[in-house]
Nanobody, 125 residues
Framework: QVQLVESGGGSVQAGGSLRLSCAAS???????MGWFRQAPGKKREGVAS????????YYADSAKGRFTISQDNHKNTVYLQMNSLKPEDTAIYSC???????????????????WGQGTQVTVSN
């Protein structure tokens, strides 16, 4: 069974940066990994996803130009570099792994089956 552990969350002022990490242990043969976030009172939403082979990446409109998803296959770790953070980026960020095929709903949380525990990101003015 795959386990995912996120780290790197914290508090930062608007305009600052954070780098989230998601370390996968166990046999992760899923096709893609994604970062998702959920703010209080809101639905969980996809932020960025990456295919574990080929490095194809996908971003929500809110993340384009500011966030970068990457992976280190040797370390079984996926990263989310977040720059130019805004207060509206405040949320619990979780990583997940799933078997979404190319062209499928790669930013849809319902397409992912294994989740980490999440890490809090707070952006203040």
């Amino acid at each position: 069974q795959v386990q995912l552990v996120e780290s790197g969350g914290g508090s930062v002022q608007a305009g600052g940066s954070l780098r989230l990490s998601c370390a996968a242990s166990g046999d992760n043969s899923r096709m893609c990994m994604g970062w998702f976030r959920q703010a209080p009172g809101k639905k969980r939403e996809g932020v960025a996803s990456i295919y574990t082979s080929g490095d194809s990446t996908y971003y929500a409109d809110s993340a384009k130009g500011r966030f970068t998803i990457s992976q280190d296959n040797h370390k079984n770790t996926v990263y989310l570099q977040m720059n130019s953070l805004k207060p509206e980026d405040t949320a619990i960020y979780s990583c997940a792994t799933g078997g979404v095929v190319e062209g499928g709903p790669i930013l849809n949380p319902l397409a992912y089956g294994i989740w980490g525990q999440g890490t809090q990101v707070t952006v203040s003015n």
